[in-house]
T-cell receptor, first 112, second 116 residues
């Protein structure tokens, strides 16, 4: 069946460091790809998305490119801030509208 | 506050009891979803509604689980004869199927269920 493999956390970084969170997936068809983020004490919220091959989603300095040939959607940010401390979830769509298959999540801790 | 709201935030119950959770989606969102999240894992899809119609149910949703959305607005999720394995965070999300905003889910803060 469909699956999502996400980099295990926690990932601990110093402020202004470069962040990469790897995500690969298996899916039937041609899914849309999403990154959701959960800040401490808050609900899940959409960070960025890409809907077709080679699309680059971006938001708040984060970027991820839809790589169909490697079925990957790695999340990157060039210079993290303490406020980026959160849990990040990779989530390909799985068939029906809004039916997302979430990875296990990667906790990111950014220290001053 | 016009976000997705869930009630209660926390629920502690004894094994074998029934529990019901409520979700109020963003007004005018025609799709509503239930997910379940256990510690250290990502959310797992349970079911979703378009308006009042329940269009898909996960195999995770055993016969003890039932969800309704009677008027296409708020939704309830009931768990009968709770088991310790039901302990989890139950998340509700909503979306609107119009161009440009479809597939963006807005999540509530969840109901944390603990079955003793």
């Amino acid at each position: 069946g469909d699956s999502v493999t996400q980099m295990e956390g926690p990932v601990t970084l110093s402020e202004e460091a470069f962040l990469t969170i790897n995500c690969t997936y298996t899916a039937t068809g041609y899914p849309s790809l999403f990154w959701y983020v959960q800040y401490p004490g808050e609900g899940l919220q959409l960070l960025l998305k890409a809907t077709k091959a080679d699309d680059k989603g971006s938001n708040k300095g984060f970027e991820a490119t839809y790589r169909k040939e490697t079925t990957s959607f790695h999340l990157e940010k060039g210079s993290v801030q303490v406020s980026d401390s959160a849990v990040y979830f990779c989530a390909p769509s799985a068939g029906s509208w809004g039916k997302l298959q979430f990875g296990a999540g990667t906790q990111v801790v950014v220290t001053p | 506050d016009t976000g997705v709201s869930q009630d209660p935030r926390h629920k502690i119950t004894k094994r074998g009891q029934n529990v019901t959770f409520r979700c109020d989606p963003i007004s005018e969102h025609n799709r509503l979803y239930w997910y379940r999240q256990t510690l250290g894992q990502g959310p797992e899809f349970l079911t979703y509604f378009q308006n009042e119609a329940q269009l898909e149910k996960s195999r995770l949703l055993s016969d003890r689980f039932s969800a309704e959305r009677p008027k296409g607005s708020f939704s309830t999720l009931e768990i009968q004869r709770t088991e310790q394995g039901d302990s989890a965070m139950y998340l509700c999300a909503s979306s609107h199927t119009s161009t440009g905003v479809s597939e963006k889910l807005f999540f509530g803060s969840g109901t944390q269920l603990s079955v003793l």
